[in-house]
């Protein structure tokens, strides 16, 4: 449905998060860890070998990472100011609810360290408040609460602010302009068939012609006495 015109009071209290975790930390990021298993990201398992370094690890991730089938995270080896380095996870998507992590018993997972990761960045939900109601999403986009109108969070304020509502017109005036266009077309085809033309002297063409232009170009009634035309 279209938005309906007026005037909303919106504020944002908060905007959605991804969740970043950062595992344990390792002398080097190419060496061989001698850990084996399978790690578990929601729910998707990336094999890990134990010649793999963590920078062999993160790579297996990533490529695991793609298509509709991903494990929703992306990974990066980072170096921390003290010259070690330590895998970490980011969520592919905002939310509170942030990744779900497992092993297959390996214990792959704890000797990641990401049993216990350290949070560099909690997940976290949008809130918008709207006319005094608080609603919440995993997105920063909020969709249904208004016939035809779309809020985005993009970032947290004390303040609120009144949005006025319209009526986006573009649409129907782009419906307008090719049914012109297609008209117009149509009308250069049948000045077109004189002569040797395949339809030339054909009453029906042009009688089709004549009724489209009539019905297109003729008052509409709106009603309460209003009328329009194209």
Do not use: C
């Given at each position: ?6 005037t ?17 930390v ?26 793999d ?37 980011t ?51 909020f ?11 993009t ?21 307008v ?18 002569g ?35």
């Amino acid at each position: 449905a279209d938005a309906q015109p007026g005037t909303v009071r919106v504020r944002t209290v908060a905007v959605a998060r991804a969740e970043k975790l950062g595992g344990a930390v390792f002398a080097e990021r190419d060496a061989a860890l001698g850990i084996a298993g399978e790690l578990h990201i929601n729910g998707r398992a990336v094999t890990i070998s134990a010649t793999d370094s963590l920078s062999q690890i993160a790579a297996s991730i990533n490529a695991a990472n793609t298509g509709t089938e991903g494990v929703g995270a992306s990974a990066t080896v980072l170096r921390t100011p003290e010259g070690e380095y330590r895998l970490v996870l980011t969520s592919a998507t905002t939310g509170a609810a942030g990744m779900s992590l497992a092993d297959d018993g390996s214990g792959v997972l704890a000797a990641l360290g990401l049993d216990a990761p350290t949070v560099i960045t909690a997940g976290a939900d949008a809130q918008l408040e709207i006319d005094g109601a608080l609603y919440t999403s995993a997105s920063n986009t909020f969709e249904g609460i208004l016939d035809g109108v779309t809020f985005t969070a993009t970032f947290a304020s004390e303040y609120e602010v009144e949005v006025e509502l319209t009526r986006d017109t573009t649409k129907a005036a782009e419906s307008v302009k090719q049914l012109v266009d297609a008209l117009n077309e149509l009308a250069k085809f049948v000045k077109s068939q004189t002569g040797s033309a395949p339809l030339a002297g054909n009453g029906s063409l042009r009688s089709m012609h004549s009724g489209l232009r009539s019905a297109l170009l003729d008052d509409v009634d709106l009603g309460d006495g209003r009328t329009a035309r194209l």
